[in-house]
Protein backbone atom coordinates (compact mmCIF):
# COMPACT_ATOMS: atom_id res chain seq x y z
CA UNK A 1 0.00 0.00 0.00
CA UNK A 2 2.79 2.40 1.47
CA UNK A 3 4.42 1.45 -2.44
CA UNK A 4 1.44 2.83 -4.75
CA UNK A 5 1.45 5.81 -2.08
CA UNK A 6 4.74 6.84 -2.67
CA UNK A 7 4.40 6.50 -6.47
CA UNK A 8 1.57 8.27 -6.55
CA UNK A 9 2.07 11.40 -4.29
CA UNK A 10 4.77 13.91 -4.55
CA UNK A 11 5.89 14.89 -0.66
CA UNK A 12 5.43 18.36 0.80
CA UNK A 13 7.44 21.18 1.92
CA UNK A 14 7.02 22.21 5.30
CA UNK A 15 9.71 25.10 5.78
CA UNK A 16 8.15 26.75 1.95
CA UNK A 17 4.54 26.17 3.31
CA UNK A 18 5.68 28.24 6.19
CA UNK A 19 7.92 30.53 4.63
CA UNK A 20 10.63 28.91 6.57
CA UNK A 21 8.78 30.43 10.22
CA UNK A 22 8.35 26.58 11.17
CA UNK A 23 5.20 25.95 13.87
CA UNK A 24 4.35 26.45 16.98
CA UNK A 25 3.78 23.83 19.40
CA UNK A 26 -0.59 23.71 19.73
CA UNK A 27 -0.74 24.52 15.47
CA UNK A 28 -1.93 21.90 13.21
CA UNK A 29 1.41 22.58 11.66
CA UNK A 30 3.31 20.93 14.23
CA UNK A 31 1.02 17.91 14.92
CA UNK A 32 0.23 16.37 11.45
CA UNK A 33 1.63 13.73 10.23
CA UNK A 34 3.16 15.15 7.00
CA UNK A 35 4.72 13.26 3.55
CA UNK A 36 8.04 15.17 3.65
CA UNK A 37 11.29 14.28 1.20
CA UNK A 38 11.86 11.07 4.37
CA UNK A 39 8.88 9.47 2.83
CA UNK A 40 5.30 9.20 3.33
CA UNK A 41 5.15 8.14 7.29
CA UNK A 42 3.28 6.01 9.69
CA UNK A 43 -0.63 6.77 8.94
CA UNK A 44 -2.41 3.45 11.10
CA UNK A 45 -3.53 6.15 13.84
CA UNK A 46 -4.58 8.74 11.28
CA UNK A 47 -8.71 9.72 11.11
CA UNK A 48 -8.35 12.42 7.94
CA UNK A 49 -5.63 12.31 5.43
CA UNK A 50 -5.42 15.62 2.97
CA UNK A 51 -4.37 15.17 -0.44
CA UNK A 52 -3.60 17.81 -2.67
CA UNK A 53 -4.34 17.74 -6.28
CA UNK A 54 -3.11 20.55 -9.22
CA UNK A 55 -5.08 18.97 -11.99
CA UNK A 56 -7.39 21.71 -13.70
CA UNK A 57 -7.45 21.28 -17.29
CA UNK A 58 -11.41 20.05 -16.67
CA UNK A 59 -11.90 23.84 -16.15
CA UNK A 60 -9.91 24.55 -19.46
CA UNK A 61 -6.26 26.03 -17.41
CA UNK A 62 -3.22 24.77 -18.87
CA UNK A 63 -0.99 25.37 -16.00
CA UNK A 64 -1.42 23.29 -12.48
CA UNK A 65 -2.95 24.91 -9.33
CA UNK A 66 -1.40 26.01 -6.17
CA UNK A 67 -4.93 25.87 -4.37
CA UNK A 68 -3.54 22.61 -1.99
CA UNK A 69 -0.27 24.85 -0.70
CA UNK A 70 -2.12 28.09 -0.43
CA UNK A 71 -5.10 26.51 1.61
CA UNK A 72 -2.33 24.39 3.55
CA UNK A 73 -0.46 27.90 4.29
CA UNK A 74 -3.62 28.64 6.28
CA UNK A 75 -4.56 25.40 7.66
CA UNK A 76 -1.05 24.88 9.53
CA UNK A 77 -1.57 27.84 11.33
CA UNK A 78 -4.40 27.41 13.16
CA UNK A 79 -4.68 25.87 16.41
CA UNK A 80 -5.30 22.07 16.81
CA UNK A 81 -8.35 21.67 19.91
CA UNK A 82 -9.57 18.17 18.77
CA UNK A 83 -6.46 15.74 19.84
CA UNK A 84 -8.78 12.52 19.59
CA UNK A 85 -8.65 13.25 15.93
CA UNK A 86 -5.10 12.88 14.07
CA UNK A 87 -4.42 13.93 11.07
CA UNK A 88 -2.48 13.19 7.84
CA UNK A 89 -0.48 14.93 5.19
CA UNK A 90 0.35 13.05 2.11
CA UNK A 91 0.77 15.19 -0.18
CA UNK A 92 -0.09 15.51 -4.10
CA UNK A 93 -1.09 13.28 -6.52
CA UNK A 94 1.42 13.51 -9.50
CA UNK A 95 -0.55 15.36 -12.29
CA UNK A 96 -0.61 13.21 -15.06
CA UNK A 97 0.00 13.72 -19.17
CA UNK A 98 -4.03 13.64 -19.69
CA UNK A 99 -6.14 15.23 -16.53
CA UNK A 100 -7.81 11.41 -17.00
CA UNK A 101 -4.27 9.71 -16.10
CA UNK A 102 -4.66 12.41 -13.15
CA UNK A 103 -8.27 11.53 -12.38
CA UNK A 104 -6.67 7.60 -12.59
CA UNK A 105 -4.10 8.28 -10.00
CA UNK A 106 -6.30 10.48 -7.29
CA UNK A 107 -8.85 7.28 -7.51
CA UNK A 108 -6.35 4.74 -6.94
CA UNK A 109 -5.20 6.83 -3.65
CA UNK A 110 -8.80 7.45 -2.70
CA UNK A 111 -9.31 3.93 -3.07
CA UNK A 112 -5.82 2.60 -0.88
CA UNK A 113 -6.82 4.85 2.08
CA UNK A 114 -10.73 4.55 1.72
CA UNK A 115 -9.82 0.61 2.26
CA UNK A 116 -7.93 2.03 5.24
CA UNK A 117 -10.69 3.13 6.69
CA UNK A 118 -9.43 6.93 6.44
CA UNK A 119 -11.35 9.89 5.54
CA UNK A 120 -10.30 11.49 2.58
CA UNK A 121 -10.25 15.24 2.19
CA UNK A 122 -8.83 16.04 -1.62
CA UNK A 123 -7.84 19.96 -1.70
CA UNK A 124 -7.52 22.39 -4.61
CA UNK A 125 -8.23 21.43 -8.64
CA UNK A 126 -11.38 21.73 -10.67
CA UNK A 127 -14.36 20.14 -9.73
CA UNK A 128 -14.80 17.82 -12.36
CA UNK A 129 -11.98 15.54 -10.18
CA UNK A 130 -15.28 14.61 -8.04
CA UNK A 131 -15.40 11.82 -11.15
CA UNK A 132 -11.94 10.12 -9.24
CA UNK A 133 -14.09 10.14 -6.11
CA UNK A 134 -16.71 8.65 -7.21
CA UNK A 135 -14.89 5.79 -9.26
CA UNK A 136 -12.69 4.71 -6.40
CA UNK A 137 -16.56 3.23 -4.85
CA UNK A 138 -17.77 2.42 -8.50
CA UNK A 139 -14.35 -0.11 -8.44
CA UNK A 140 -15.56 -1.54 -6.01
CA UNK A 141 -19.33 -1.50 -7.32
CA UNK A 142 -19.99 0.20 -3.80
CA UNK A 143 -23.89 1.99 -3.81
CA UNK A 144 -23.51 5.68 -2.22
CA UNK A 145 -25.05 8.88 -1.40
CA UNK A 146 -23.19 12.24 -2.42
CA UNK A 147 -23.98 15.65 -1.78
CA UNK A 148 -22.59 18.43 -3.70
CA UNK A 149 -22.66 22.15 -2.90
CA UNK A 150 -22.09 24.51 -5.39
CA UNK A 151 -23.88 27.61 -7.21
CA UNK A 152 -24.48 25.68 -10.53
CA UNK A 153 -25.37 22.10 -11.49
CA UNK A 154 -22.63 21.24 -13.65
CA UNK A 155 -24.97 18.98 -16.06
CA UNK A 156 -24.09 21.36 -19.28
CA UNK A 157 -24.31 18.79 -21.85
CA UNK A 158 -22.85 20.97 -24.62
CA UNK A 159 -19.78 22.29 -23.18
CA UNK A 160 -16.16 21.50 -23.84
CA UNK A 161 -15.30 21.52 -20.27
CA UNK A 162 -15.67 18.92 -17.88
CA UNK A 163 -16.23 20.88 -15.07
CA UNK A 164 -18.93 21.87 -16.18
CA UNK A 165 -20.60 18.88 -16.77
CA UNK A 166 -19.38 15.85 -14.98
CA UNK A 167 -22.41 15.49 -12.79
CA UNK A 168 -24.38 13.55 -16.10
CA UNK A 169 -21.49 11.21 -16.25
CA UNK A 170 -21.84 10.72 -12.25
CA UNK A 171 -25.17 10.84 -12.41
CA UNK A 172 -25.56 8.62 -15.61
CA UNK A 173 -23.35 6.56 -15.90
CA UNK A 174 -23.94 2.98 -16.76
CA UNK A 175 -22.84 0.81 -14.57
CA UNK A 176 -24.27 3.45 -11.87
CA UNK A 177 -24.08 3.34 -8.48
CA UNK A 178 -24.19 6.66 -6.93
CA UNK A 179 -28.07 5.69 -4.49
CA UNK A 180 -28.49 9.43 -3.97
CA UNK A 181 -27.56 12.46 -4.71
CA UNK A 182 -28.44 15.91 -3.36
CA UNK A 183 -27.06 19.31 -4.75
CA UNK A 184 -26.95 22.15 -1.93
CA UNK A 185 -26.75 25.82 -2.69
CA UNK A 186 -28.07 26.84 -6.31
CA UNK A 187 -28.58 29.75 -7.62
CA UNK A 188 -32.02 29.63 -9.60
CA UNK A 189 -30.63 32.15 -12.40
CA UNK A 190 -27.70 30.01 -12.94
CA UNK A 191 -29.85 26.99 -13.35
CA UNK A 192 -32.36 25.93 -16.48
CA UNK A 193 -35.96 25.21 -14.66
CA UNK A 194 -36.31 22.10 -16.74
CA UNK A 195 -33.05 21.16 -15.35
CA UNK A 196 -34.77 20.67 -12.05
CA UNK A 197 -37.78 19.02 -13.23
CA UNK A 198 -35.56 16.52 -14.38
CA UNK A 199 -33.24 15.82 -11.38
CA UNK A 200 -36.23 15.89 -9.06
CA UNK A 201 -38.10 13.09 -11.62
CA UNK A 202 -34.83 11.41 -10.78
CA UNK A 203 -35.97 11.46 -7.00
CA UNK A 204 -32.75 13.53 -6.44
CA UNK A 205 -32.78 17.02 -4.20
CA UNK A 206 -31.76 20.37 -5.04
CA UNK A 207 -31.62 23.20 -2.44
CA UNK A 208 -31.59 26.72 -3.18
CA UNK A 209 -29.73 28.52 -1.53
CA UNK A 210 -31.83 30.74 -0.40
CA UNK A 211 -33.72 27.79 1.74
CA UNK A 212 -30.25 26.41 3.01
CA UNK A 213 -29.23 29.71 4.33
CA UNK A 214 -33.10 30.06 6.38
CA UNK A 215 -33.22 26.84 7.70
CA UNK A 216 -29.19 25.43 7.18
CA UNK A 217 -29.78 22.85 10.54
CA UNK A 218 -32.06 21.21 8.00
CA UNK A 219 -29.00 20.33 5.67
CA UNK A 220 -27.28 17.98 8.39
CA UNK A 221 -29.26 15.08 7.57
CA UNK A 222 -28.78 15.44 3.65
CA UNK A 223 -25.54 15.71 4.90
CA UNK A 224 -25.63 12.83 7.53
CA UNK A 225 -26.61 9.87 4.99
CA UNK A 226 -23.69 10.68 2.46
CA UNK A 227 -20.86 8.77 1.89
CA UNK A 228 -18.99 11.61 -0.52
CA UNK A 229 -19.49 15.26 -0.84
CA UNK A 230 -17.70 17.74 -2.87
CA UNK A 231 -17.72 21.35 -2.26
CA UNK A 232 -17.35 24.53 -4.78
CA UNK A 233 -15.90 27.47 -3.79
CA UNK A 234 -18.56 29.07 -5.95
CA UNK A 235 -21.10 28.29 -3.58
CA UNK A 236 -19.25 30.72 -0.97
CA UNK A 237 -20.61 34.69 -1.53
CA UNK A 238 -17.37 36.55 -2.97
CA UNK A 239 -17.68 38.85 0.26
CA UNK A 240 -16.10 36.05 1.96
CA UNK A 241 -14.48 34.30 -0.82
CA UNK A 242 -12.96 36.29 -3.17
CA UNK A 243 -11.54 34.20 -5.25
CA UNK A 244 -15.35 33.60 -6.34
CA UNK A 245 -15.85 35.50 -9.59
CA UNK A 246 -18.66 33.25 -10.67
CA UNK A 247 -21.02 35.37 -8.32
CA UNK A 248 -21.21 37.85 -5.65
CA UNK A 249 -24.03 36.01 -3.96
CA UNK A 250 -23.98 32.61 -1.85
CA UNK A 251 -23.43 31.21 1.25
CA UNK A 252 -21.61 33.10 4.16
CA UNK A 253 -18.58 31.68 5.43
CA UNK A 254 -20.44 30.90 8.66
CA UNK A 255 -22.81 28.82 6.46
CA UNK A 256 -19.96 27.24 5.01
CA UNK A 257 -17.95 25.86 7.77
CA UNK A 258 -21.81 24.40 9.32
CA UNK A 259 -21.81 22.45 6.04
CA UNK A 260 -18.66 21.43 6.92
CA UNK A 261 -18.62 20.71 10.29
CA UNK A 262 -22.14 18.30 9.55
CA UNK A 263 -19.95 16.62 6.56
CA UNK A 264 -17.44 15.26 10.05
CA UNK A 265 -19.85 14.44 12.06
CA UNK A 266 -21.10 12.23 9.48
CA UNK A 267 -20.23 8.14 10.13
CA UNK A 268 -20.67 7.49 6.51
CA UNK A 269 -18.80 9.87 5.14
CA UNK A 270 -15.18 8.55 3.59
CA UNK A 271 -14.32 11.39 0.48
CA UNK A 272 -14.46 15.04 0.47
CA UNK A 273 -13.19 17.29 -1.95
CA UNK A 274 -12.86 21.45 -1.76
CA UNK A 275 -12.73 22.23 -5.39
CA UNK A 276 -12.55 25.73 -7.63
CA UNK A 277 -9.79 27.64 -5.78
CA UNK A 278 -7.98 29.62 -7.75
CA UNK A 279 -5.44 31.67 -5.74
CA UNK A 280 -4.22 33.92 -8.43
CA UNK A 281 -7.58 35.24 -8.28
CA UNK A 282 -7.78 35.37 -4.37
CA UNK A 283 -7.59 38.70 -1.76
CA UNK A 284 -4.95 38.78 1.29
CA UNK A 285 -5.69 35.10 0.87
CA UNK A 286 -9.51 35.22 2.47
CA UNK A 287 -10.59 32.41 0.56
CA UNK A 288 -7.62 29.82 1.61
CA UNK A 289 -8.33 31.38 5.36
CA UNK A 290 -12.07 30.92 5.00
CA UNK A 291 -11.71 26.90 3.64
CA UNK A 292 -8.72 26.67 6.25
CA UNK A 293 -11.30 27.26 8.74
CA UNK A 294 -13.50 24.95 6.81
CA UNK A 295 -11.50 22.21 7.54
CA UNK A 296 -11.06 23.07 11.12
CA UNK A 297 -14.87 23.10 11.67
CA UNK A 298 -14.93 19.44 9.74
CA UNK A 299 -12.41 18.17 12.07
CA UNK A 300 -14.47 19.75 15.30
CA UNK A 301 -17.34 17.70 13.68
CA UNK A 302 -15.35 14.84 13.16
CA UNK A 303 -14.41 14.20 16.77
CA UNK A 304 -18.15 15.54 18.09
CA UNK A 305 -19.39 12.06 15.74
CA UNK A 306 -17.21 9.88 17.47
CA UNK A 307 -18.96 10.73 20.26
CA UNK A 308 -22.53 9.83 18.68
CA UNK A 309 -24.35 6.09 20.16
CA UNK A 310 -24.71 3.21 17.90
CA UNK A 311 -28.90 3.79 17.07
CA UNK A 312 -29.10 0.49 18.42
CA UNK A 313 -27.76 1.76 21.64
CA UNK A 314 -31.50 2.86 22.91
CA UNK A 315 -30.63 4.21 26.47
CA UNK A 316 -28.60 7.18 24.76
CA UNK A 317 -31.61 8.58 22.95
CA UNK A 318 -34.80 10.17 23.70
CA UNK A 319 -37.97 8.24 21.98
CA UNK A 320 -40.79 10.08 20.86
CA UNK A 321 -43.71 7.64 18.98
CA UNK A 322 -45.87 9.82 16.83
CA UNK A 323 -48.88 8.53 14.59
CA UNK A 324 -49.50 10.63 11.82
CA UNK A 325 -51.59 9.94 8.85
CA UNK A 326 -52.37 6.16 10.39
CA UNK A 327 -48.45 5.74 10.36
CA UNK A 328 -47.14 4.95 13.68
CA UNK A 329 -43.37 6.25 13.70
CA UNK A 330 -40.52 6.33 16.24
CA UNK A 331 -38.55 9.28 16.53
CA UNK A 332 -35.32 8.93 18.71
CA UNK A 333 -33.06 12.40 19.52
CA UNK A 334 -29.44 11.55 20.68
CA UNK A 335 -28.59 12.76 24.13
CA UNK A 336 -25.39 13.20 23.25
CA UNK A 337 -25.58 15.29 19.99
CA UNK A 338 -29.04 16.73 19.66
CA UNK A 339 -29.12 14.81 16.27
CA UNK A 340 -32.50 12.76 15.23
CA UNK A 341 -33.95 9.83 13.46
CA UNK A 342 -37.01 8.77 12.02
CA UNK A 343 -38.41 5.24 11.71
CA UNK A 344 -39.69 3.97 8.30
CA UNK A 345 -42.76 1.78 7.69
CA UNK A 346 -40.01 -1.36 6.61
CA UNK A 347 -38.36 -0.49 9.89
CA UNK A 348 -35.21 1.00 8.91
CA UNK A 349 -34.27 5.03 10.56
CA UNK A 350 -32.94 7.39 8.08
CA UNK A 351 -31.72 10.37 9.56
CA UNK A 352 -33.94 13.41 9.99
CA UNK A 353 -33.84 17.18 11.89
CA UNK A 354 -36.46 18.35 14.83
CA UNK A 355 -38.35 19.78 12.00
CA UNK A 356 -39.47 17.18 10.75
CA UNK A 357 -40.63 15.69 13.97
CA UNK A 358 -42.39 18.79 14.23
CA UNK A 359 -44.62 18.13 10.99
CA UNK A 360 -45.70 14.71 11.82
CA UNK A 361 -46.68 15.76 15.35
CA UNK A 362 -49.05 17.90 13.53
CA UNK A 363 -50.68 14.65 11.50
CA UNK A 364 -49.06 15.59 8.48
CA UNK A 365 -46.04 14.16 5.97
CA UNK A 366 -42.61 14.98 7.06
CA UNK A 367 -41.37 15.91 2.87
CA UNK A 368 -38.10 13.77 3.70
CA UNK A 369 -40.45 10.90 4.72
CA UNK A 370 -42.41 10.97 1.74
CA UNK A 371 -38.79 11.35 -0.25
CA UNK A 372 -37.30 8.00 1.09
CA UNK A 373 -40.49 6.24 -0.01
CA UNK A 374 -40.45 7.63 -3.57
CA UNK A 375 -36.77 6.45 -3.75
CA UNK A 376 -37.56 3.03 -2.48
Not at 48 to 73: K, M, N, P, Y
Not at 159 to 183: G, Q
Request: proline share 3%.
Amino acid sequence: MYDTLNTLLLPIDKHRISEDMGYREGQIGHAILAHEEEGIPDIEAADIVFIGCTEQRGAGLLHESSAADAIRSALYNLYYWHHDIVLADLGNVRTGKSKTDTYAALKMVQHELTEMGKLVVILGGSHDLTLAQYNAFADNKELIDAVGVDAVVDIHIGSPLKSESFLMDLLTADPNYMNHYSHIGFQSYFVHPRLLETMDKLRFDCFRVGKVREQIEEMEPVVRNAHLFTFDISAIAHAYAPANTVTPNGLTGEDACILMQYAGMSTHMRSIGLYGYRPEHDRESLTAKQLAQMIWYLIDGRSRGLREAHIDERESFNEYHVTFSDNDTLFLQSKRTGRWWMQLPDGKFIACSFRDYQVAAANEYPERWLRFQERS
